[in-house]
């Protein structure tokens, strides 16, 4: 949304495009301070700045087979303390995850034949005993 007012503030000015599309100005002008000054951000966002390369550095070095769990394991041991619930969020934000013990399990296999079959749902003969 900030590109888009900032595409179009010199034409209609920032209030009236907050106003239209029900975002306060002061939100707008916020997220302005904070690309120009990243000590700005919310602490959890810079926390999560810190640690997502250092999960990820765990990640890769324990050949990518590490879950959330040992992730943790690992961070507590470097002498990192944070919370399993966070690396969870972390590790689901940058896309990564441990390797399943088992092959996924099919309870059902769909028949293509069935699927294509041309059935038609009229009696024959109406009103027959």
């Avoid at 999960?55 to 087979?65: A, L």
């Avoid at 959330?68 to 966070?86: F, H, N, P, S, Y």
């Avoid at 590790?91 to 088992?102: E, H, T, V, W």
């Amino acid at each position: 949304m900030a590109i888009f007012i900032d595409q179009h503030k010199e034409q209609y000015g920032v209030e009236p495009i907050c106003r239209q599309i029900r975002i306060a100005p002061s939100s707008y002008y916020e997220y302005k301070r904070r690309k120009r000054n990243p000590d700005r951000l919310p602490d959890r966002i810079k926390r999560d700045m810190k640690l997502a390369p250092e999960i990820q550095r765990i990640w890769e070095s324990n050949f990518r087979v590490y879950g959330a769990r040992k992730v943790w394991r690992q961070l507590l041991r470097e002498g990192i303390d944070v919370a399993r619930c966070t690396i969870e969020r972390l590790m689901k934000k940058l896309d990564i995850q441990g390797a399943r013990r088992s092959r996924k399990c099919w309870t059902t296999v769909a028949d293509d034949s069935a699927l294509s079959a041309n059935r038609q749902f009229t009696a024959t003969r109406p009103n027959q005993l």
